[in-house]
């Protein structure tokens, strides 16, 4: 079991308001800033005091109300926007690099992004024709009907406007000490949740911050997308195994709260992952030939289907997808045809 450090966080949760600023560790604070319209809520920011300014970790979505409580985060901190000299960002999700641009204007940080996220940057946010285009062939591949595959296929248009496309000025490596000079944080490349995901871990201070890695509550989307790697979950699983050593006290996640325990948490979300292969294969067993999107609709989510917004069913569908790929490569299952593609349990004895 985890064990919530983040008290006053898991109070303010459970309570549906804002968690307040808080010191983490002597000179480590943690900064809530709002994300609109969304069940996540707010992202955490972290912030490290520095000899000459203050070094972030993720930044908030490019909107008016995150841009201000990020700087009245700062502020109660002791210190301003203006003092910021870096903006480590775990991923490209705009929940984390959404206010990365903003904050360079205005401070002159350099921005930190892993390669395999800032390689995306400029067909996600800018020569979007593409990406509609694949998108909608792997929605196709998934067995979206057509009255609905519209409005799937267009669904993250409208989140595009609130990243500043920024490129980085810096690339992580795997394993790097990063430059914040007085602390003593490393590179952690985590794929998985996205290509170039990377947590940050100060040895020191026994810190891990896992961006969206590993959450206390919920497990990150884990999809097959059209800039995804080929094997997105298998790549998750062992990208756990990678933090699993790490001598870590507390976890310091972008959503929910701080948390104790990271072998448990990642030991809840392996099994987590190990059912849902299960289901799926029963269901296939039970139903031969079913679609990703019949698969997707029938599984067990944390809302009824028809409640879930539609940015949030691409991303069922495509975290679906996401199991089935991993169970083709064990070879426990097998596709016919493409558009769309339909699933049958491989039949007879399986090595494993
Ligand atoms: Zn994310
Ligand atoms: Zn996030």
Request: charged fraction near 20%; glycine fraction near 6%.
């Amino acid at each position: 079991m985890i064990e919530v450090t983040g008290v006053l966080q898991k109070q303010a949760w459970d309570l549906q308001v804002m968690p307040p600023v808080e010191l983490v560790r002597p000179g480590l604070w943690s900064i809530p800033v709002p994300i609109p319209n969304n069940p996540l809520r707010y992202v955490l920011v972290y912030a490290f005091e520095l000899d000459n300014g203050v070094a972030i970790v993720d930044a908030g979505w490019n909107t008016d109300d995150a841009w201000n409580a990020l700087n009245a985060g700062l502020v109660e901190a002791g210190g301003s926007i203006s003092d910021v000299r870096s903006v480590l960002v775990t991923h490209i999700h705009p929940d984390h690099y959404g206010l990365a641009g903003r904050v360079r204007d205005e401070s002159g940080a350099w921005i930190g992004l892993h390669p395999d996220d800032a390689t995306m940057l400029r067909a996600r946010y800018v020569d979007v024709d593409d990406l509609l285009s694949k998108m909608h062939d792997l929605l196709e591949f998934a067995g979206v009907p057509e009255a609905t595959l519209p409005d799937l296929n267009m669904a993250s248009m409208m989140i595009r406007d609130q990243v500043a496309m920024a490129e980085p000025d810096i690339l992580f490596e795997d394993g790097k000490e990063v430059d914040v000079p007085g602390w003593d944080l490393r590179t952690v490349w985590t794929p998985g949740h996205s290509p170039g995901h990377v947590c940050f871990h100060s040895e020191r201070h026994r810190l891990l911050l896992s961006g969206d890695h590993v959450l206390p509550r919920i497990t990150p989307n884990i999809g097959v997308h059209t800039q995804q790697i080929p094997n997105p979950l298998g790549d998750f699983l062992e990208s756990l195994l990678k933090v699993q050593n790490l001598p870590v006290d507390e976890v310091l996640p972008a959503h929910e709260y701080r948390f104790a325990n990271l072998r448990d948490r990642l030991d809840e979300i392996i099994l987590h992952h190990a059912e849902r292969l299960a289901d799926i294969e029963r269901m296939l067993l039970e139903n031969p030939g079913m679609t990703a999107w019949q698969m997707a609709v029938n599984l067990t989510w944390s809302r009824p289907w028809d409640q879930i917004q539609e940015f949030m069913q691409r991303a069922a569908v495509s975290e679906t997808l996401a199991h089935i790929v991993l169970l083709e490569i064990h070879q426990r299952v097998r596709s016919v045809g493409d558009r769309p593609a339909h699933f049958f349990v491989v039949e007879g004895p399986v090595e494993s």
